[in-house]
């Protein structure tokens, strides 16, 4: 029994039906999902030796999903930022894909329970008494503006 492979039906109802219509995703969200598959879609047909109009949804296994975050993050130099938004753009089409096609559903929970990458949190970086010093002494305290400003700033601080 040979069944056709509906990948390309549901990567256009992703964008067009589900992001746009119905998501009201912004144009940002859209090219930023479109950039992330382009780049996937081209990793996964190096990968396999497949041309990237034949790759089927049956290709885009976690092993790949894994493969093409490390490769994004390592060998682009991306950060892990970017790697986190190009798991966001898999994970959503693979949750688009649970609701519509659920003869994938085990793909598309494997896809699905790779985790974010936590990035380290910088310490907070704070100002020494010279310079904050420095900053109050800034507004003209002869006008009402530098008055306001001045206030605002000895708040803040």
């Not at 039906?17 to 009201?24: A, K, P, T, Y």
């Not at 950039?35 to 996937?40: G, H, I, N, Q």
């Not at 949804?57 to 490390?70: N, Q």
Request: aromatic residues 10%; positive net charge.
């Amino acid at each position: 029994m040979s069944k056709v492979d509906r990948f390309p039906d549901l990567m256009r109802a992703f964008f067009y039906e589900w992001l746009v219509e119905q998501r009201n995703a912004s144009i940002h969200t859209v090219r930023s999902y479109r950039d992330t598959w382009r780049l996937w879609l081209r990793f996964v047909a190096q990968r396999t030796g497949k041309k990237v109009a034949m790759i089927r949804l049956a290709d885009l296994a976690a092993s790949e999903v894994a493969a093409f975050l490390s490769h994004a993050e390592h060998d682009r130099g991306g950060t892990i930022g970017t790697r986190n938004c190009r798991l966001a753009a898999i994970r959503s089409f693979f949750h688009f894909v649970a609701t519509r096609d659920p003869g994938s559903i085990a793909q598309c929970v494997e896809i699905l329970n790779i985790p974010v990458k936590r990035a380290p949190v910088s310490e907070p970086c704070y100002l020494d008494p010279a310079e904050v010093t420095a900053i109050l002494a800034q507004p003209n305290r002869s006008t009402l503006e530098g008055i306001r400003d001045h206030a605002l700033l000895s708040f803040l601080y």
